[in-house]
Nanobody, 115 residues
Framework: QVQLVESGGGLVQPGGSLRLSCAAS????????MGWFRQAPGKQRELVAV???????NYADSVKGRFTVSRDNAKNTMYLQMNSLKPEDTAVYYC?????????WGQGTQVTVSS
């Protein structure tokens, strides 16, 4: 059974930082491209950051220079370090694991940026 479990969300003031984690089980983690997506109320889910099995990274323009995605294959865990947070970063953040025809999602973690 595949499980992706996100953690680390919460309420933070503008300019603050959070680190999200995504712990994976039931997959050979090192083979998967891992990604972070987010969905704000009334908006479509969008890609935030992705890291391939080889370690290549890509980011949405809106988070470049502020967010950093990383992975620890020994711990089957992906991270998202979020700095200089803005109110528009408020959303539910989802973890995704993809390889060929396989595509899995976590349950999401809420990030709220507000003073």
């Amino acid at each position: 059974q595949v499980q992706l479990v996100e953690s680390g969300g919460g309420l933070v003031q503008p300019g603050g930082s959070l680190r999200l984690s995504c712990a994976a089980s039931g997959i050979i983690f090192e083979f998967y491209t891992m990604g972070w997506f987010r969905q704000a109320p009334g908006k479509q889910r969008e890609l935030v950051a992705v890291i391939t099995s080889g370690g290549s990274r890509n980011y949405a323009d809106s988070v470049k220079g502020r967010f950093t995605v990383s992975r620890d294959n020994a711990k089957n865990t992906m991270y998202l370090q979020m700095n200089s947070l803005k109110p528009e970063d408020t959303a539910v953040y989802y973890c995704n694991a993809a390889r060929r025809e396989r595509n899995y999602w976590g349950q999401g973690t809420q990030v709220t940026v507000s003073s």
